[in-house]
């Protein structure tokens, strides 16, 4: 029963480069929410979404973002035009309608 | 409130004695309060949680205290060991029908042997 599976654990992009991070939820859960860490800090939620529908996107810079969930495959977030301050550890979680959140390990981006 | 990128708050505590790791929240519509821990280069993990109308809960070896009258949250760990070496963040939600959480700035808690 596999967890939250994220992909890829590392990734090294150059500024300007897009960056694509993938999120496969639990078997059974329909709720995605990707979160951003900073080293020393905490997670900052980006946005929530369900399959093919974005909830709550408060959380997301109004440019260069974005976030998906289609009816079939992952969650992606994906960024365009990476800048070094976009470097950080981006987490998936997921969770069923309502109830416990489970996280995954988190894909940590850096940008050159 | 937002993290200002200081170093995170550490706590160090001999094996075996107790530890206690305090949070402040903010925002008093909170009705739902969870005690995460994260073990370098992993995601959080959840430990226990409360709701509002409770003000503690035990798990093993874990309790939690909620003190809204302050906006204060606590997690006692007891007989602490070397596997509880991780950082431990609090995080709370408004809404028990959404599960977004607001994330506190965490404390790293290290184990001396």
């Known amino acids: 029963n596999a967890g939250v599976m994220q992909n890829p654990r590392h990734l090294v992009r150059r500024r300007g480069q897009e960056a694509r991070l993938r999120c496969s939820p639990m078997k059974g859960h329909s709720h995605v929410y990707w979160y951003r860490q900073l080293p020393e800090e905490g997670l900052k939620f980006m946005v929530y979404l369900q399959k093919e529908n974005i909830i709550d996107e408060s959380g997301m810079p109004k440019e260069r973002f974005s976030a998906e969930f289609p009816k079939e495959g992952p969650s992606i977030l994906r960024i365009q035009q990476v800048v070094r301050g976009d470097s950080a550890a981006y987490f998936c979680?997921?969770?069923?309608?309502?109830?416990?959140?489970?996280f995954g390990e988190g894909s940590r981006l850096t940008v050159l | 409130g937002e993290s200002v990128g200081l170093h995170l708050p550490t706590l160090s505590v001999q094996e075996g004695d107790n530890s206690i790791i305090n949070c402040a929240y903010s925002?008093?519509?909170?009705?739902?309060f969870i005690w995460y821990k994260q073990e370098s280069g992993k995601g959080p993990q959840f430990i226990i949680d409360i709701r509002s109308n409770m003000d503690k809960r035990q798990g093993q070896r874990v309790t939690v205290l909620l003190n809204k009258t302050v906006k204060h949250l606590s997690l006692q760990i007891a007989a602490t060991q070397p596997g509880d070496s991780a950082v431990y963040f609090c995080a709370e939600k408004e809404d028990f029908g959404n599960e977004k959480l607001t994330f506190g700035t965490g404390t790293r808690l290290t184990i001396i042997p």
């Open positions: 979680a997921s969770s069923k309608a309502i109830g416990e959140l489970f």
């Open positions: 925002n008093s519509a909170s009705d739902y």
